[in-house]
């Protein structure tokens, strides 16, 4: 059974850092590729950044790039969302996902499949 497991989220002040992490489990872990997604009620889902663990390639939303980093320690199953200068608007649930790909060809959420519970991140200004 295919499962992830976010974790790291919290509240922190605009300009701070967070690290979300992306435990996985139940599939060939190098094979595939995560996507880093995030939800504010009311909005759709945006995905943020992705990482393919056959190639460590990556792709990042604009918002963001230059302010997170993503990656992934093959060895313990998980990927991982650095999150620095962090702004008011990055507040949201966020979530990680595998593509059905097994690549970052895209970043909307539909090309992905399983998806962990979500972790919130909430930036005060």
């Known amino acids: 059974e295919v499962q992830l497991v976010e974790s790291g989220g919290g509240l922190v002040q605009a300009g701070g850092s967070l690290r979300l992490s992306c435990a996985a489990s139940?599939?060939?872990?190098?094979?595939?590729?995560i996507g880093w997604f995030r939800r504010v009620p009311g909005k759709k889902r945006e995905g943020v950044s992705c990482?393919?663990?056959?190639?460590?390639?990556?792709v990042y939303e604009d918002s963001v790039k230059g302010r997170f980093t993503i990656s992934a320690d093959i060895a313990k199953n998980t990927v991982y969302l650095q999150m620095n200068s962090l702004k008011p608007e990055d507040t949201a649930s966020y979530y990680c996902?595998?593509?059905?790909?097994?690549?970052?060809?895209?970043?909307?959420?539909?090309?992905?499949?399983?998806w962990g519970q979500g972790t919130q991140v909430t930036v005060s200004s």
């Open positions: 996902a595998t593509s059905l790909y097994n690549d970052c060809r895209s970043t909307m959420a539909d090309d992905f499949g399983s």
């Open positions: 139940g599939f060939t872990f190098d094979g595939y590729a």
């Open positions: 990482i393919s663990n056959r190639d460590g390639r990556t």
